[in-house]
T-cell receptor, first 112, second 113 residues
Framework: GQQLNQSPQSMFIQEGEDVSMNCTSS?????WLWYKQDPGEGPVLLIA?????ELTSNGRLTAQFGITRKDSFLNISASIPSDVGIYFC????????????FGKGMKLTVNP | KAGVTQTPRYLIKTRGQQVTLSCSPI?????VSWYQQTPGQGLQFLFE???????NKGNFPGRFSGRQFSNSRSEMNVSTLELGDSALYLC????????????FGSGTRLTVV
C-alpha cells in the first residue's frame, strides 16, 4: 500500500532551538496534513495544506506543500517544552480513495 | 463544545473474544473515521462512515466491522480477537465526508491477552 517516509524518527533538542522534519512519498498527494499527538491522546491537527507550493504558518509552526506534490516539511521555531510529542504527517493521494495515509511519526524531546 | 468521545478508554480481552468500541462525534459532524495505531505499523485507516453508510474501507480482515447510527454515533466491532489486534483505536469526526481536518478522540486502548 501507499507509504509516507517521515524523517527523522526522533529528535532531542534544547529549548529555543528550531526543528525541521519532512515527509516524502513515491505517490503524488493533493492534500498534506501535520498532526501532533501527546501521550494518551489522539492526534491534533496543526496545519493543513491543499495546494502545491503552499507555505502556511500557525504561530511558531510553518509547513510547506512540496512543488513536486511528493513531499512536505514542517518547521518549529524557538521550541518550548510543551512542543514535546509525536508529530505525524498525513496525505491523501491524487485521484485516490478518500482516506488518509500517515507517516510513522517523529518523536520530539525538548530539554529545558 | 464537546470533543470526540470514545468509550471505553481501556479494555482487556482474551484471544477469541469479540469487542465493540463506541465513538460519539462532535455535535453536527456527520463523518466518522476509524484508525488503528500500533508502534510497528503506525496509524492505519480502518473505515469511514457518512450518513450511516460505509464510504471507504482500509485493508483489514473482515473481522473488523463497523456501523453508524442516525445520530452519527459509530461503533466498531472486532470478532475473534487475535494478539495482534492489541492497539490504540482512534475515532475521528468531521463535518462532511472526505474532509480531512479531522478531530480525533483520545482513543480506546485494547489489549488482547
Amino acid at each position: 500500500g501507499q507509504q509516507l517516509n517521515q524523517s527523522p524518527q526522533s529528535m532531542f533538542i534544547q529549548e529555543g532551538e528550531d526543528v525541521s522534519m519532512n515527509c516524502t512519498s513515491s505517490s503524488i498527494f493533493n492534500t498534506w496534513l501535520w498532526y501532533k499527538q501527546d501521550p494518551g491522546e489522539g492526534p491534533v491537527l496543526l496545519i493543513a495544506l491543499y495546494k502545491a507550493g503552499e507555505l502556511t504558518s500557525n504561530g511558531r509552526l510553518t509547513a510547506q506543500f512540496g512543488i513536486t506534490r511528493k513531499d512536505s516539511f514542517l518547521n518549529i521555531s524557538a521550541s518550548i517544552p510543551s512542543d514535546v510529542g509525536i508529530y505525524f504527517c498525513a496525505g491523501r493521494t491524487q485521484g485516490g480513495s478518500e482516506k488518509l495515509v500517515f507517516g510513522k511519526g517523529m518523536k520530539l524531546t525538548v530539554n529545558p | 463544545k464537546a470533543g470526540v468521545t470514545q468509550t471505553p478508554r481501556y479494555l482487556i480481552k482474551t484471544r477469541g473474544q469479540q469487542v465493540t468500541l463506541s465513538c460519539s462525534p462532535i455535535s453536527g459532524h456527520r463523518s466518522v473515521s476509524w484508525y488503528q495505531q500500533t508502534p510497528g505499523q503506525g496509524l492505519q485507516f480502518l473505515f469511514e462512515y457518512f450518513s450511516e453508510t460505509q464510504r471507504n474501507k482500509g485493508n483489514f480482515p473482515g473481522r473488523f466491522s463497523g456501523r453508524q447510527f442516525s445520530n452519527s454515533r459509530s461503533e466498531m466491532n472486532v470478532s475473534t480477537l487475535e494478539l495482534g489486534d492489541s492497539a490504540l483505536y482512534l475515532c475521528a469526526s468531521s463535518l462532511q465526508q472526505g474532509e480531512y481536518g479531522y478531530t480525533f478522540g483520545s482513543g480506546t486502548r485494547l489489549t488482547v491477552v
